[in-house]
């Protein structure tokens, strides 16, 4: 008898345990790329403030970025602010981040993460390399392991877009 109810609870905590490891599977938005023949006009970033949810609301009117924006851990790269945004584009999963910084009064970390992306492309963090774009005081993350071409096309309108916002 007690076997049999050691057995149960067993079978039960494994079950519990199973369905645990699962959690929630993030649902992304996805990023439409326009219809073939038909050529997205940039909205101006003239409308629109020079800050960093500015910057944001000037990429998500372009068609740049899609979902849902989250707040990102800033401080380590020494930034004032910024964002993440994490979708769908062309059955591949992209994530595109946006920092501010205070050029005024940055401090040793900004100054180390400027300098490293305006000389190499790209910032160490956590013993990785980030390649990141700069424009002004806002720096760009893009990351989609997609080198499709229409990926890669997507990844340059993005850049220019960015690098044209107030710089």
Known sequence: MWKRIAGLAAAGLFVLTLAACGGPVEQLETLESPSSGIQQTAVSPDGFEDNLDGLCEYMQENHAVAGERVEMSYKEIG????????????????????????????????????DSVKEKGFFTLLGNDVPATLSGKYMMIYTDASNDQLNTEKRDEVVDLFVSFHS
């Open 79 to 114: 930034a004032v602010g910024g964002y993440r945004y994490r979708f769908k584009f062309n059955s591949s999963t992209a994530q595109v981040e946006f920092y501010e910084f205070d050029l005024d009064s940055s401090d040793s970390k900004a100054k180390e993460c400027l």
